[in-house]
Structure formats: structure tokens, C-alpha cells
């Protein structure tokens, strides 16, 4: 047991205040974990898109103040209240019993991945072998509260700042429900593997575990940033004869020959819909297609692009608000198949423990996505990079 347990925690957390403005270092209390959840140290995280775009508050809704981040590496400091509540407290027997079963398998300084998304090994998602949609712990970005009270963990002066996909990972400490962490292999270096807590994993789950080629198919991948390159590695290893990575930002395409992209298409640079130029370039369409970008053109693509009477489209990036997927039945008569996942279908706690062991037995390279680091202090330098194409992972490095 850490000496901080049952303590409130003051430490330092990248705060948004509002949506789009630069986020501001601040002292903030963690409160302990309650019932089913952990507290986390985190040790490093990177940014994903998804957090610029609810930092932007092009999402669903925009709820600020707001701890964001959701791609980390970390280890627990403190376990639930299991750990703290001595076991011959009356009231605390029952907190303990409810408790305890949830998180046998966890003790302080075990190395985790918190992610997005959860799975409570109850539901009937969870008992599904098809799905990682769980009931209670799917990804939720309107929820700015823990489950358990409806309560916010972070506080600054008493004021309460909300959580992120229940991870807030911009923050030194932070509480997760127990189901939206990982425990994996401790050699692992968390500086490189905590970029499979969401977009990598993301991107080659649904290639490999969605979209399925088969050895010889043709892949597109729209959108070449992590997650898109992701889908791409995943193309690649599947033995994809041609992977065509389409962007619209050309600076992407000399990367994207490290991860396998045999072709390239900018749809700038065509005065016809991009399908229509796929289509031309392989005889009628491509095997498999997988959207990384969050447009709802290039979604629309992805599926037109994909051949009649096989093709499978899946969709990945995170749509706005309000937008609204368009395309003629006749499409989907003609045998495509379109569909959409979060997390690349990995069941978060049972499977991505052997996703960081493809990394650790050297079948999965991690490193060529991470093209750039800051220090904690520097986080709005991980924005810029994003938001001008130039970083690929960019890890923030907590003790900076
Ligand atoms: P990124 O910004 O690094 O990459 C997106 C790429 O798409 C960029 O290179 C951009 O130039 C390109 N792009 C944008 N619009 C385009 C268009 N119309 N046609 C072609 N290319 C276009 O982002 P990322 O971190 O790789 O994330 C990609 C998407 O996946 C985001 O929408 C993110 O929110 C989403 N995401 C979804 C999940 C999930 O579980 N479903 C998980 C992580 C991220
Ligand atoms: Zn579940």
C-alpha cells in the first residue's frame, strides 16, 4: 500500500478552461479512488486526435473545465478502498467485499494502459467474443463524471474539473474506473507502449480484426495519421499486395512508405470524387478500406471505394456533431459491407495485455509513430504539432 492512499493527492494537471485556448498547468486534488475504481501515476502520455477535437469542441458536447488526455502509461499508486479500509471495519466489510472481487488481479505499482473504453467482464458485450462495446464502460465523451457517484475525482479549490473518456491522462494522478485499465507485462517500456492505449491499437485492430484482408487483397487507408499508418501496418502484415493510403496533406505520404503504403492519392489533386479514382485505379475497387480522418466525405469514400460483391469498408475516425452519413441503398445492395469500430474490437483489460507483447516480441514496431516528445510543462507544443500535420505520436513526458 502507497503512504498517499486514502489521501487527497496535489499535483499537477494540464487544465482546458475553454474550448480551443492553450491548456494551463495547475495545481489540482485527486480525490481516492471509490468503489471499482484505481488511481493511477501516470508517467507518460501522448495526444491523440481525439482529444484535439473535444478540445476543440467539435464534439458532442463540450464540457469544460476538462481534463483531457487518454493515451498513457502509468502505475497505480493506490489501489481502491479495498486496499486502505482495514478489513475489521463493519461498514467497510461490505465497501471491501463489493469491491475486491473487481480488482484481485491488480496491486500498487502494477504497470497499466488506462483507455477509453472499458470492459466490466459482466455484460453480455463483454461475454461476447464478437464484441468490446461494454455496457457499462463504453466509451462515453459526454460523461465528465466517475460512474460510481456522479462525481468528479479532480478538484481546484473545491471546484470540480471534469474527467475525459474516463482517463484524464494530463494529469499526474488520475482515477479510472477498474475496468478501463490494462495490466501489462512490467519490462515494458511505458514511453513507447503507452501509444497502444488507443490510436495504434485503434488502427491495426481494424485491419487485422475488422476489416480482415485476406493475403494478396488490395487495402485503401484514408487518413495517414497514427491510426491510419496503424491500419496500414495491419494491411501490411496481413500480406496486403497493395496498400493506397489517401491524404490530403502530401507531407504524410514519405512517412507512410515506412509503414507499407505502395501508392498514394490526394484528392486535391483530382477534379472527381476520390472513389472514382480508386475504383479507375483497380479495376473497380479495392478489397478492403479503412477511414482514419474523422471526415464524413472521405467516410462516404471509404465505402463507395470499396469493390461490389465483397468489399468491406470500416470506419474509424470520430464524425462531428452533426454530421450525417450519405450514400445511395443501391450501394449497399450490391454487396459492400460497411462497418464502424471502436478500438480496433480489442476487448481492453482481455486483450491488449498481448498487444504490448507483440511489441516486446518484436512482431509490432511502435517506434516509427513516435516522432516527437515534450515535457509535461511544454504540452501545448504536442497541439501545434498535431494540429500542423507534423507529429505523428508526440509523448509527453510527465516528470517534465
Ligand atoms: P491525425 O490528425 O493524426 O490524422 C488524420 C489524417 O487524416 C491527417 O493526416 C489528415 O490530413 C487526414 N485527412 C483529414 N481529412 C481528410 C480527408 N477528407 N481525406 C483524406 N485525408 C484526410 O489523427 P489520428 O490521431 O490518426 O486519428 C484519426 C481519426 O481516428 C480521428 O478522427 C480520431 O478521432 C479517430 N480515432 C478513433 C478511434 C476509435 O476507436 N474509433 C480511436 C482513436 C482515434
Ligand atoms: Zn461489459
Not at 479503412?290 to 471509404?302: K, L, P
Given at each position: 500500500m502507497s503512504g498517499t492512499a486514502g489521501q487527497v493527492i496535489r499535483c499537477?494537471?494540464?487544465v482546458a478552461w475553454e474550448a480551443g485556448k492553450p491548456l494551463v498547468i495547475e495545481e489540482v486534488e485527486v480525490a481516492p479512488p471509490q468503489k471499482n475504481e484505481v488511481r493511477l501515476k501516470i508517467l507518460f502520455t501522448s495526444l491523440c486526435h481525439?482529444?484535439?477535437?473535444?478540445?476543440?469542441?467539435?464534439?458532442?458536447?463540450?464540457?469544460?473545465?476538462?481534463?483531457?488526455?487518454?493515451?498513457?502509461?502509468?502505475?497505480?499508486?493506490?489501489?481502491t478502498l479495498a486496499s486502505f479500509f482495514p478489513p475489521f471495519c463493519a461498514a467497510d466489510v461490505r465497501i471491501v467485499e463489493s469491491v475486491g472481487e473487481g480488482v484481485t488481479d491488480l496491486q500498487p505499482g502494477d504497470h497499466v494502459l488506462p483507455v477509453f473504453t472499458g470492459e466490466c467482464k459482466e455484460c453480455p458485450h463483454c461475454h461476447s467474443e464478437e464484441s468490446n462495446m461494454c455496457d457499462l464502460l463504453r466509451i462515453n465523451t459526454d460523461r465528465g463524471v466517475m460512474i460510481n457517484d456522479g462525481q468528479s475525482r479532480f478538484s481546484i479549490k473545491g471546484k470540480p474539473i471534469y474527467h475525459f473518456v474516463g482517463t484524464s491522462t494530463f494529469s499526474e494522478y488520475t482515477v479510472t474506473h477498474v475496468g478501463c485499465v490494462a495490466k501489462i507485462n512490467p519490462a515494458?517500456?511505458?514511453?513507447?507502449?503507452?501509444?497502444?492505449?488507443?490510436?495504434?491499437?485503434?488502427?491495426?485492430?481494424?485491419?487485422?480484426?475488422?476489416?480482415?484482408?485476406?493475403?494478396g487483397q488490395t487495402v485503401a487507408i484514408f487518413g495517414l495519421g497514427a491510426v491510419g499508418l496503424a491500419a496500414a501496418e495491419g494491411a501490411r502484415v496481413s500480406g496486403a499486395s497493395r496498400i493506397i493510403g489517401v491524404d490530403l496533406n502530401p507531407s504524410r505520404?514519405?512517412?507512410?512508405?515506412?509503414?507499407?503504403?505502395?501508392?498514394?492519392?490526394?484528392?486535391?489533386?483530382?477534379?472527381?470524387?476520390?472513389?472514382q479514382v480508386i475504383a479507375e485505379m483497380t479495376n473497380g475497387g479495392v478489397d478492403r478500406s479503412?477511414?482514419?480522418?474523422?471526415?464524413?466525405?472521405?467516410?462516404?469514400?471509404?465505402f463507395e471505394c470499396v469493390h461490389d460483391g465483397w468489399g468491406v469498408a470500416v470506419l474509424v475516425g470520430v464524425?462531428?456533431?452533426?454530421?450525417?452519413?450519405?450514400?445511395?441503398?443501391?450501394?449497399?445492395?450490391?454487396?459492400r459491407t460497411l462497418k464502424g469500430t471502436f478500438f480496433g474490437n480489442y476487448k481492453p483489460r482481455s486483450d491488449l495485455p498481448s498487444v504490448v507483447e507483440k511489441y516486446m516480441n518484436k512482431e509490432m514496431e511502435l517506434e516509427k509513430f513516435i516522432t516527437h516528445a515534450v515535457p509535461f510543462s511544454e504540452i501545448n507544443k504536442a497541439f501545434d504539432l498535431m494540429l500542423s500535420g507534423e507529429s505523428i505520436r508526440c509523448i509527453i513526458r510527465m516528470d517534465g
Open positions: 499537477k494537471a494540464a481525439t482529444d484535439v477535437y473535444f478540445w476543440e469542441a467539435k464534439g458532442q458536447t463540450p464540457l469544460f473545465p476538462r481534463i483531457f488526455g487518454h493515451e498513457a502509461g502509468g502505475h497505480f499508486c493506490a489501489l515494458a517500456p511505458l514511453d513507447k507502449v503507452c501509444v497502444l492505449s488507443c490510436g495504434i491499437s485503434t488502427g491495426f485492430g481494424a485491419t487485422v480484426n475488422v476489416a480482415k484482408p485476406k493475403k505520404f514519405n512517412e507512410a512508405k515506412k509503414f507499407g503504403v505502395t501508392e498514394f492519392v490526394n484528392p486535391k489533386d483530382y477534379d472527381k470524387p476520390v472513389q479503412v477511414e482514419c480522418t474523422g471526415s464524413v466525405q472521405a467516410m462516404i469514400s471509404a464524425p462531428n456533431k452533426d454530421d450525417a452519413f450519405k450514400t445511395h441503398p443501391m450501394n449497399l445492395l450490391n454487396e
